[in-house]
């Protein structure tokens, strides 16, 4: 089956690129020691950001370890919705995609996040969120700071796009995960990375009539074409000419980057379903494919952003 071969392949990758690079080992570590309950349950913490109460849910691994240092995983959802809604619909914190990870779902303000003219908080206020949850997470939980990650759908995942743009927020990230996203903070004229390169695996429909493919204008301002996204997130993490697989009859397409630095090989990644909607792509039909009307997804963004995320470290 493809998907098996797929999956195996990257892990068997994982390891020679993991290797190569010294990871990071900054970062707070006063949340180690501590054990927790509700460990493998969803947890809703809250806290002051800027003058304002903010909250999200947190999900540890079922045989969460408090000595131990784990990967941590930013799921930002989609505008009208909400922390809980993504997980529910991304399965996410399911042992099989996050087993060994800690997973943070956080709650835009007004269920947006900055970057479109709907959103409710600024692209400032966003990233202090991001910022000061980072440091709340750290302080209770035991963290591994070479380890975090961020995926995201449709305004979560345009998010994800302005905060690789921050060099001191973005810079405490390892690689992004977007899926169906609206990134209507590019092209970005003032997106200064921490690193070259920062890697991005982006997921997105040809036929997605909310975040179209083709750009133009969507519900919060101006839309890129996608091909142009690619090209700007080519050009700053310095890679060469992609290679292309198609597969399920033409319907899916992987591009893929090899890319500056150590950790360059497959820093840019993109796959492009042809007849795929305004998703949060799964292989059973999930909340959000179900809304829009569309079957099973040939691509699983479960699956293949954990993968990808195991490919990468923050490095020293
Ligand atoms: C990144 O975001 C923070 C928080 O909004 C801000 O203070 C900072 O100036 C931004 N830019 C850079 C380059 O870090
Ligand atoms: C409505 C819903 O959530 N449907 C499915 C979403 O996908 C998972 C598997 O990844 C199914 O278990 C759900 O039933």
């Known amino acids: 089956m493809f998907w098996a071969t797929f999956t195996l392949g990257l892990v068997a990758l994982s390891a020679s690129f993991v290797s190569a690079v010294d990871p990071y080992t900054g970062g707070d570590t006063s949340g180690c020691g501590t054990a927790h309950l509700f460990d493998g349950l969803p947890r809703y913490l809250s806290l002051d950001t800027g003058g304002t109460t903010r909250s999200y849910w947190i999900h540890l691994p079922s045989d969460y370890h408090p000595d131990q240092q784990y990967p941590v995983v930013f799921g930002f959802h989609g505008r009208g919705t909400n922390g809980e809604f993504f997980y529910q619909d991304t399965h996410l914190s399911m042992p099989r995609f996050s087993a060994n990870k800690i997973m943070i779902y956080p709650d835009g303000l007004g269920r947006a996040w900055a970057g479109p003219e709907y959103a409710k908080a600024s692209v400032e206020q966003d990233l202090q969120f991001v910022w000061d949850m980072l440091a709340h997470v750290r302080s209770k939980y035991c963290v591994d700071s070479a380890r975090i990650y961020a995926t995201g759908f449709s305004n ?56 179209r493919y083709a750009g133009g204008r969507g519900t919060g301002g101006t839309l890129p074409q996608m091909s142009d996204w ?85 490095p020293a």
């Not at 999930?286 to 923050?314: C, E, H, K, T, W």
């Open 156 to 211: 979560g995942a345009g998010f994800l796009d302005t905060l690789a743009c921050n060099a001191t927020v973005g810079g405490e990230f390892a690689a992004f995960a977007p899926a169906s996203g609206v990134y209507y903070t590019e092209p970005d004229g003032a997106c200064e990375p921490a690193r070259t390169p920062m890697p991005f695996l982006e997921m997105h429909g040809q036929a997605d009539g909310a975040a």
């Open 230 to 314: 690619l090209a700007l997130w080519a050009d700053r993490n310095g890679c060469g000419d992609p290679t292309q697989e198609d597969s399920d009859g033409g319907n899916v397409h992987y591009i893929s980057y090899d890319c500056k630095g150590d950790q360059g090989a497959g820093a840019l990644q993109h796959w492009r379903v042809d007849d795929m909607a305004h998703v949060w792509p799964a292989l059973h039909i999930n909340l959000s494919q179900d809304g829009q009307g569309y079957g099973p997804a040939p691509i699983s963004a479960s699956i293949l952003s954990m993968a990808f995320f195991d490919q990468f470290v923050r």
